[in-house]
């Protein structure tokens, strides 16, 4: 079935010209980053009705250093989900709900900038034992 997919992509230390402070123990930063998003899926389905489940990944963006890009760049993650339309038939609503929990992270972490890709067309299969 084909079905959307969204992608949440933000920085873990606010701001810009830093050096990654709050990402020094990459590994802590991602379980912090993985409760954070779970904690704000609850939430986000509390208001909406949807639960935005994720796949957490961590990244390097790298752009200019005069533009405040660390050496290395910049340590973000990446929380994707897939629109399972066996829980969400309505993909205006999901897309919503991603919206919202872009929001309340990005604010939550100090990030004055994220981006969030939404990819149509995706094929999905539900591989489910009965």
């Known amino acids: 079935m084909l079905t959307e997919r969204i992608t949440l992509t933000m920085g873990v230390t606010p701001g810009y010209g830093h050096a990654n402070e709050a990402a020094a123990d990459e590994t802590a930063t991602l379980r912090a980053m993985a409760e954070a998003g779970i904690t ?13 489940s994720f796949v957490l990944a961590p990244a390097r963006v790298g752009y200019r250093h005069e533009w405040g890009c660390p050496v290395g760049g910049e340590f973000v993650v990446s929380f994707t989900g897939t629109r399972n339309p066996a829980f969400c038939a309505d993909a ?3 897309r919503a709900a991603w919206m919202r929990f872009a929001e309340i992270l990005k604010k939550e972490f100090g990030q004055t900038t994220a981006t969030v890709e939404v990819v149509g ?3 999905f299969m539900y591989l489910k034992t009965e």
Not at 41 to 46: D, K, R, T
Request: no cysteine.
């Open 40 to 52: 704000t899926a609850g939430q986000v389905e509390a208001e909406t009705g949807i639960y935005p």
């Open 92 to 94: 205006d609503k999901y």
């Open 121 to 123: 067309g995706v094929e």
